[in-house]
């Protein structure tokens, strides 16, 4: 038997959206995955040629562009953040919607921004480069999660992180102020396992096809 693909998915809220996607894709792992207690990272699937790892959202991607996984599904937000000429994003899923945006404290939205501001992000590169085109050089605080804190403990100016809802911000006193990027779910794939796999190309044209059904439904 050749070896299994390897199909990256992430942990968190994007699974469940994508979950029935998924199986309609022929996508579909062993009843452990399922099984919260369990602390396997790499999951048998219902096809033998098969396998799932469950990994962080921006780790999906660096699997996928080095080739150790050759297909997966993360946010448009993790793929232009990284922009790694090795990963090629076919097919938007049309899943996992949100935006990613500036935020200030209330109070402070208004005026003309300085030529240099301390953003708080876990996004550098989309935070650089939006405001670059701005003519404002951004130096960024790298954190990981709970950005809306940054503002009122002097840690940053201003905030760069995903809005869905809005509630994170109102409750934190803070105010979207730019949109950067409109994102959605995405099909990833490594660019040589898609030359030389055909099982890449035939995953593609499912999720492909999936996704054409439902926006004809
Ligand atoms: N309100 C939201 N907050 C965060 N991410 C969202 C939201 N709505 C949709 N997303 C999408 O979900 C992705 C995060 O996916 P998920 O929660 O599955 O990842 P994760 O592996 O749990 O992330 P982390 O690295 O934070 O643990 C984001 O990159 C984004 O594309
Ligand atoms: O606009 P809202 O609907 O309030 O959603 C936005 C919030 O959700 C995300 O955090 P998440 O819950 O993923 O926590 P984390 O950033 O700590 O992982 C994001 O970083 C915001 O904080």
């Given at each position: 038997?050749?070896?299994?693909?390897?199909?990256?998915?992430?942990?968190?809220?994007?699974?469940?959206?994508?979950?029935?996607?998924?199986?309609?894709?022929?996508?579909?792992?062993?009843?452990?995955?399922?099984?919260?207690?369990?602390?396997?990272?790499?999951?048998?699937?219902?096809?033998?040629?098969?396998?799932?790892?469950?990994?962080?959202?921006?780790?999906?991607?660096?699997?996928?562009?080095?080739?150790?996984?050759?297909?997966?599904?993360v946010g448009s937000d993790v793929?232009?953040?990284?922009?790694?000429?090795?990963?090629?994003?076919?097919?938007?899923?049309?899943?996992?919607?949100?935006?990613?945006?500036?935020?200030?404290?209330?109070?402070?939205?208004?005026?003309?921004?300085?030529?240099?501001?301390?953003?708080?992000?876990?996004?550098?590169?989309?935070?650089?480069?939006?405001?670059?085109?701005?003519?404002?050089?951004?130096?960024?605080?790298?954190?990981?999660?709970?950005?809306?804190?940054?503002?009122?403990?002097?840690?940053?100016?201003?905030?760069?992180?995903?809005?869905?809802?809005?509630?994170?911000?109102?409750?934190?006193?803070?105010?979207?102020?730019?949109?950067?990027?409109?994102?959605?779910?995405?099909?990833?794939?490594?660019?040589?396992?898609?030359?030389?796999?055909?099982?890449?190309?035939?995953?593609?044209?499912?999720?492909?096809?999936?996704?054409?059904?439902?926006?004809?439904?």
């Amino acid at each position: 038997m050749p070896n299994p693909l390897i199909f990256a998915v992430p942990k968190g809220r994007i699974l469940e959206e994508a979950l029935p996607l998924m199986a309609r894709a022929g996508v579909v792992p062993e009843a452990e995955f399922h099984d919260k207690k369990s602390r396997a990272l790499s999951f048998a699937c219902e096809n033998p040629e098969m396998r799932l790892i469950r990994v962080r959202a921006f780790d999906v991607a660096t699997f996928v562009a080095h080739g150790a996984a050759q297909a997966g599904i993360v946010g448009s937000d993790v793929v232009e953040e990284f922009g790694y000429p090795d990963l090629y994003a076919p097919v938007d899923l049309a899943i996992g919607h949100c935006r990613l945006s500036v935020a200030a404290p209330e109070g402070e939205v208004s005026g003309a921004l300085p030529s240099h501001l301390r953003i708080a992000s876990k996004y550098p590169n989309l935070t650089r480069r939006h405001f670059e085109g701005m003519g404002i050089q951004a130096e960024v605080v790298k954190l990981n999660g709970a950005m809306e804190l940054a503002p009122s403990l002097g840690l940053a100016s201003r905030i760069v992180d995903l809005v869905s809802t809005g509630r994170t911000l109102l409750e934190n006193g803070l105010v979207e102020t730019n949109t950067i990027l409109d994102i959605s779910a995405r099909l990833i794939v490594n660019r040589a396992a898609l030359k030389t796999d055909e099982r890449v190309g035939a995953l593609v044209e499912r999720f492909r096809a999936l996704v054409n059904e439902r926006e004809a439904a």
